[in-house]
């Protein structure tokens, strides 16, 4: 299996800041790679897909970027919407499998 | 815009088999895969499996030998099983749909998920 690895665990930030999180996997997904942000008691909500490209509705302060092993999710200016808990997830091949989760948190 | 709502038992005794349903509204059930995800408490995002409308299935190995997805193409249904389940298995579980068209597959649509307890 892929092993997808986050950093940070967490991510204390403030209003207007801009944010990255890390995911790194253990062998080469291309491009296969989809970001997710979850809601204490919602489900996850995709962000972006195939790296960099940003879902349908998802404001444009979110950016994804990578290749490879290597990607990051970057909040342009923090909204205090976007506080959560984010995922990545590759589908290079099955199984499927998420990172650990960042949760961002309000400074 | 495709909705998913799960249904069914929120407490299962050890060693019996979790029974969930899936249900698709808003959108063809032809169009997309359908897989369930899992979350424990607290913790992060397991993948289960897929089923395509065809009937084709894909497992994650870690459940393998304990899961079993279906699809009733006609209620607009997808169901997952689980036999054989301990408290490990409590958790979160969400259905939801996969959506493969312009090369690129990536989890779309989801269910609002519903907590499966394990217990005696």
């Known amino acids: 299996d892929i092993q997808m690895t986050q950093s940070p665990s967490t991510l204390s930030a403030s209003v207007g800041d801009r944010v990255t999180i890390t995911c790194r996997a253990s062998q080469s997904i291309s491009t296969w790679l989809a970001w997710y942000q979850q809601k204490p008691g919602e489900a996850p909500k995709l962000l972006i897909y195939?790296?960099?490209s940003l879902d349908s509705g998802v404001p444009s302060r979110f950016s994804g970027s990578g290749s490879g092993t290597e990607f990051t999710l970057t909040i342009s200016s923090l909204q205090p919407d976007d506080f959560a808990t984010y995922y990545c997830?590759?589908?290079?091949?099955?199984?499927?499998?998420f990172g650990q989760g960042t949760k961002l948190e309000i400074k | 815009q495709v909705q998913l709502q799960e249904s069914g038992p929120g407490l299962v005794k050890p060693s019996e088999t979790l029974s969930l349903t899936c249900t698709v509204s808003g959108g063809s059930i032809s169009s997309y895969y359908w897989n369930w995800i899992r979350q424990p408490p607290g913790k992060g995002l397991e993948w289960i499996g897929y089923i395509y409308r065809s009937g084709s299935t894909k497992y994650n190995p870690s459940l393998n030998s304990r899961v079993t997805i279906s699809v009733d193409t006609s209620k607009k249904q997808f169901s997952l099983k689980l036999n054989s389940v301990t408290a490990a298995d409590t958790a979160v579980y969400y259905c939801a749909g996969e959506d493969c068209s312009g090369g690129s597959c990536y989890l779309k649509y989801w269910g609002q998920g519903t907590l499966v307890t394990v217990s005696s």
């Open positions: 195939k790296a960099s």
């Open positions: 997830q590759h589908y290079n091949n099955y199984p499927y499998t």
